[in-house]
């Protein structure tokens, strides 16, 4: 991997103008089938009523309300209060690993930051509870959070300040949301594709079967690539300089052999538990990435366990 500066970021204003443009109702529908239909929202079919609304295109017929209907003359929905998911909990890789960088030049860590972004702007539009989770192998810090999008935004830039100096313990982050009471909450868990094993891949299947979970899988640059645009390239585990005669097909090709292996190996342990995998190499692909899920789970109208697309580097 290589260590490189954060540049600037310019997806946060799609984030943004991407929850502006959806729907309330779609953003229900899209969470909730990723929760595998747990209740996940402050609305939806128990027995204390809220109010009185339109039905608007893209919400299920099922919920719409037929005497009210008739009542108002137009299609109506009763919103009727019911359990809280209680939180939706991101949990993140800040290991000194995740300070390489991805094929775009980001930082992976920064790439992961922004797909929790896209997950954020969705829960808090939905009323969710939030709470961030930060894992190195030195500590693991939860920072629960109250508030809008904006603040979000500040607190985690707040948190992503920190300096990135410990290596990652990814199995301790995984068995700390296996620790997380509510078997309702959604836990979406971003690290990159490094810290894949099998091994760890089992662990997620074992979580997968008592939450819902997504996974953010960053893809980084092979260490020992041979482009000319990665003139000196530091390895973020030991801060130490690949030495030149080191980088070359050869073990360029090796390394991503292995790679590959190891993400299938991965990826067909996940695909039988629900887990739904988002991979990409750039804040951009991953954007494109978390629209292209949205869309293809309201346009099935329910969950399956969607393929993994790669993005920058990984086939």
């Known amino acids: 991997m290589i260590a490189t500066d954060t540049p600037v970021d310019p997806i946060r204003r799609r984030i943004e103008s991407l929850g502006a443009r959806l729907s309330l109702p779609t953003i229900i529908k899209a969470l909730g089938m990723l929760e595998g239909e747990h209740p996940s ?8 009523y809220l109010d009185i609304r339109p039905y608007e295109p893209g919400e299920e017929a099922r919920l719409i309300d037929w005497k009210a209907s008739a009542r108002a003359g137009r299609p109506m929905i009763v919103d009727k209060e019911r359990e809280s998911n209680g939180n939706v909990w991101l949990l993140l890789d800040v290991g000194r690993e995740m300070t390489g960088a991805c094929p775009s030049g980001e930082r992976a860590l920064d790439v992961a930051a922004n797909a929790l972004r896209m997950f954020a702007m969705l829960s808090l539009r939905r009323s969710d509870d939030l709470s961030i989770v930060l894992g190195d192998h030195a500590s693991i810090t939860r920072v629960p959070f109250n508030g809008g999008f904006a603040k979000f935004e500040h607190v985690l830039d707040g948190l992503l300040r920190r300096e990135c100096s410990q290596p990652r313990d990814f199995d301790a982050l995984i068995d700390y949301a296996g620790k997380i009471r509510n078997r309702r909450s959604l836990i979406v868990l971003a690290t990159d594709e490094t810290a894949w094993t099998r091994d760890r891949a089992r662990m997620l299947r074992t979580l997968a079967q008592t939450h819902p979970v997504v996974t953010i899988n960053v893809a980084v640059v092979n260490p020992f690539s041979v482009a000319d645009r990665f003139d000196r390239i530091v390895d973020a585990s030991s801060g130490r300089r690949v030495p030149a ?3 070359t097909r050869k073990v360029e090709s090796s390394v991503e052999v292995h790679r590959r292996f190891e993400a299938m190996a991965a990826e067909h342990e996940l ?16 954007f494109n990435e978390f629209v292209r899920l949205v869309s293809s789970i309201l346009a099935r109208g329910g969950f399956r366990q969607p393929s993994t697309r790669s993005m920058g580097g990984m086939p």
């Open 271 to 286: 695909a039988g538990a629900g887990t739904t995998m988002i991979h990409a190499g750039s804040s951009d692909a991953m």
């Open 245 to 247: 005669f080191l980088r």
């Open 41 to 48: 929202s402050r609305r939806g079919t128990g027995y204390d």
